[in-house]
């Protein structure tokens, strides 16, 4: 069988690395989006952490998928035109390839580098696919290339990356899924549950430090990319739920006062003073069916694992 894949490169609508830390290190409460996380390295540590025996979500998840795959299938029937904002190693739709059987797939992801490899993968392995990989911020769009074929689409988001968003921001994304996936079209979404506060903060600060480096290589990318004088032996890694909003919460937090420049600004931070990396939000299936329904989409069925660690929602438009 020939293989296919066309790349399509969306990046230079994203916001540059350097304006972004400038404007997050300018407010009063210091932060820089997640999404900064994934370059090269960062997209291999975020890889490295779901292999972390604390880290429960990839494992609990790709058995969900794995042992639903076919009644998945029966449910959205084949041949859809597959799309995956965000899809990192790809390694969750390996589960769903063969019993969806569809038409194309659109691996879409920030990192460029690191999408070329992963969408040549499943080209590798799955010959018979083709793959229309997909290179851009999908925070702010979800382009479909004009050479994907025209067929009703499924939205695959794994992960719990809706968790990054606030719950604003994730209607606002799943809404923004619903106008890109038309009439017809169904979204199937990993979702973290509202657990135990000791399993969430073991999560994060895995005993191998996986999680700790990945949150500490935004500031070698700081560095490196943006030219900032930002030494990352002068951070360290801190993560913790906070119950109250029902988020796990990454910051880093500075070891000592200290001034960082950049494209000749200064931006001082104390001993302790937090630049706030990302959220992970947790939801209950009943607040999140209720936050998927404020954005139009309808749910089909969802799956939990016996112990309600995870769940995975099928939804449609």
Request: aromatic share 10%; with cysteine; hydrophobic share 35%.
């Amino acid at each position: 069988m020939s293989k296919t894949i066309t790349f399509h490169d969306y990046q230079p609508q994203i916001q540059s690395l350097k304006s972004a830390v400038i404007a997050g290190l300018s407010k009063a409460d210091k932060a820089i989006p997640p999404k900064y996380f994934y370059d090269q390295r960062g997209s291999e540590l975020f890889s490295e952490i779901c292999e972390q025996p604390e880290y429960y979500p990839p494992t609990v998840e790709r058995a969900i998928l794995r042992n639903n795959s076919e009644e998945i299938s029966e449910l959205t029937g084949t041949d859809r035109l597959v799309l995956e904002p965000g899809a990192g190693s790809a390694t969750k739709i390996r589960l769903l390839l063969e019993p969806l059987q569809p038409s194309a797939y659109l691996p879409m992801d920030i990192s460029c580098e690191y999408l070329r490899y992963s969408a040549a993968e499943i080209v590798d392995d799955f010959p018979w696919l083709p793959v229309h990989a997909v290179c851009v911020d999908f925070t702010h769009s979800i382009p479909l290339p004009e050479a994907a074929p025209k067929r009703h689409k499924l939205a695959f988001f794994p992960g719990s990356s809706i968790g990054n968003f606030t719950p604003k921001e994730a209607c606002h994304f799943l809404d923004m899924v619903r106008e890109t996936i038309k009439p017809g079209g169904m979204l199937l979404i990993g979702v973290d549950t509202k657990k135990s506060t000791d399993i969430l903060n073991a999560a994060y600060n895995d005993a191998a430090g996986m999680t700790a480096a990945f949150n500490l290589n935004l500031l070698h990318r700081i560095r490196d990319e943006a030219e900032a004088d930002c030494d990352p032996e002068n951070f360290e890694h801190q993560a913790f739920y906070n119950q109250e909003r029902g988020r796990i919460e990454m910051h880093l937090i500075s070891r000592c006062r200290q001034t960082l420049h950049l494209n000749g600004n200064e931006f001082l931070l104390e001993k302790g003073e937090s630049i706030h990396t990302e959220n992970s939000y947790k939801y209950s299936p009943e607040e999140f069916i209720a936050l998927a329904s404020q954005a139009g989409l309808h749910l089909v069925k969802h799956w939990l694992d016996e112990e309600a660690l995870f769940a995975v929602y099928l939804l449609k438009s």
